[in-house]
C-alpha cells in the first residue's frame, strides 16, 4: 500500500500561463480541506535546487484567482535536466518533508516530474501552457485567456491595416505548435494562416493569393504566421517587393502570456489544481490531469508523455474557406 502523504508541495515551470495561480490555490486549499500541509517551492526547478521554499496556507492564496502570472514565479532549469540535478532535487524535498509534489507546466515540467517520482517522490502534473501543445489533453491552462489577447490585438492590427490597405502578417506565440494561430486565424477572419504542422514554404501561393485577393477588392489582407515558421519581418518584405502591396509584420510576443485569466481558464484551473491533490492523495504518483472527452482525467506520465496530437485537418480546410 502507497505511504500517507502528509505534505505536498507545489510548483510552476517553464513559460508562465494565465490561470496558473487559480491552479495553486486549488492545491493549496485543496490540500488543507484534505488534511496536509502545503509548501510552495519558488521558480520551479531552479527555485527547488536553491531551497526556495516556503509554507502555504489558505492565506498566501488569497485575492490571486484573478491575477495573470505565477505568485510562485517560474524558470527554466538546465541542472534539472542532469540525473545530478534531479537526485538533489529528490533529496531536497525529502529534507523539507515534502512526499509529494504538484507540477504545473508543459511537457518538459512533467519530465522533471517524472524523474522525481522514479526518485521517491509522488508527482502529478497539472498542464500550463499558452501552446495548447500537451498530447493527453484538450485543455492547457493558459491558452484560452492567450488565444482571446491575440484576438483582440489582431483586430486592432486589422484596423489600421484597412485603413492603409495594407497586408499584415501577424506572428503569434506557440513554440513548435500553431493552435494559436489556427484559433485566431479562424476567428479573425484571416486570408492566410502558416501553421507550423502544414507549412509548405510555397511563398509563391500566398503572393498569388494576395494579388488575386487584391483583384477582387479585398481592403486588406492578414497573414497569422506561428513563431514556429517566424521570420516575419523579411517575409513582408518579401512580400511586398513581389505583391506591390506595402506589408507590416507585427510580432505580438509575450502580451500573450499575461493578463487576468478568462473565466474558462479560472474554472478549468481550479478544477485540475483540486483533481492533482485527489490524485496524490488516492496513493497514486506519476500522473499527469488531463481533460478529454468532456471529463478530467488523469494519465500515467511515461504514457502521457507518447501521446501525439497534430491539428485537425478540417478545421484547417475549413479556415481557407472561410479567409
Ligand atoms: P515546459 O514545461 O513549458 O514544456 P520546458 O521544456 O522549458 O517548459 O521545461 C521546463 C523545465 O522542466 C526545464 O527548464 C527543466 O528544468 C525541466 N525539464 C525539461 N525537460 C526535462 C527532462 N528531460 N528531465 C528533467 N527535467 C526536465
Ligand atoms: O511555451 C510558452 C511560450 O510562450 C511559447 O509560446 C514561446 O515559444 C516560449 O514560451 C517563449 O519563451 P520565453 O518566455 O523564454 O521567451
Redesign the pocket.
Known amino acids: 500500500m502507497a505511504k500517507e502523504i502528509k505534505t505536498i508541495g507545489v510548483l510552476t515551470s517553464?513559460?508562465d500561463a494565465p490561470g496558473m495561480n487559480a491552479a495553486i490555490r486549488a492545491v493549496v486549499r485543496t490540500a488543507i480541506a484534505r488534511g496536509k500541509k502545503v509548501k510552495g517551492i519558488m521558480r520551479g526547478y531552479q527555485g527547488l535546487l536553491e531551497e526556495e521554499i516556503v509554507d502555504m496556507t489558505e492565506k498566501s492564496v488569497a485575492d490571486i484567482i484573478q491575477r495573470g502570472g505565477t505568485i510562485l514565479y517560474t524558470a527554466?532549469c538546465q541542472e534539472f535536466r542532469t540525473a545530478e540535478g534531479q537526485k538533489k532535487g529528490a533529496d531536497i524535498c525529502k529534507k523539507f518533508g515534502i512526499d509529494a509534489l504538484v507540477v504545473i507546466g508543459?511537457d518538459g515540467s512533467f519530465q522533471g516530474a517524472q524523474k522525481l517520482a522514479h526518485l521517491g517522490i509522488a508527482t502529478v502534473g497539472v498542464p500550463g501552457?499558452?501552446?495548447l501543445d500537451i498530447a493527453c489533453t484538450e485543455y492547457t491552462i493558459g491558452f484560452d485567456t492567450a488565444v482571446n489577447t491575440a484576438m483582440k490585438a489582431i483586430d486592432k492590427v486589422r484596423d489600421t491595416s484597412t485603413s492603409h490597405e495594407r497586408c499584415s502578417i501577424i506572428e503569434v506565440?506557440?513554440?513548435h505548435a500553431g493552435y494559436i494561430a489556427l484559433w485566431c486565424g479562424i476567428a479573425n477572419g484571416a486570408e492566410d494562416i502558416l501553421l507550423p504542422e502544414r507549412y509548405n514554404h510555397d511563398e509563391q501561393r500566398i503572393i498569388n493569393h494576395i494579388i488575386n485577393s487584391r483583384k477582387m477588392g479585398k481592403k486588406h489582407h492578414i497573414i497569422i504566421n506561428a513563431?514556429g515558421i517566424g521570420h516575419s519581418a523579411s517575409m513582408a518584405r518579401r512580400l511586398e517587393a513581389a505583391t506591390g502591396m506595402e506589408t507590416r509584420a507585427t510580432i505580438l510576443g509575450?502580451m500573450?502570456?499575461g493578463g487576468s485569466p478568462t473565466c474558462k481558464d479560472r474554472m478549468y484551473a481550479s478544477i485540475m489544481g483540486a483533481y492533482a491533490v485527489d490524485v496524490l492523495c488516492a496513493g497514486k504518483s506519476m500522473r499527469v490531469v488531463a481533460y478529454a472527452n468532456g471529463e478530467y482525467v488523469d494519465y500515467d506520465i511515461d504514457e502521457a508523455l507518447a501521446m501525439k496530437k497534430d491539428i485537425s485537418e478540417y478545421q484547417f480546410e475549413i479556415s481557407k474557406i472561410l479567409g
Request: proline share 0%; net charge positive; charged share 35%.
Open positions: 517553464g513559460g527554466r508543459g501552457t499558452i501552446d506565440m506557440g513554440r513563431e509575450h500573450q502570456r
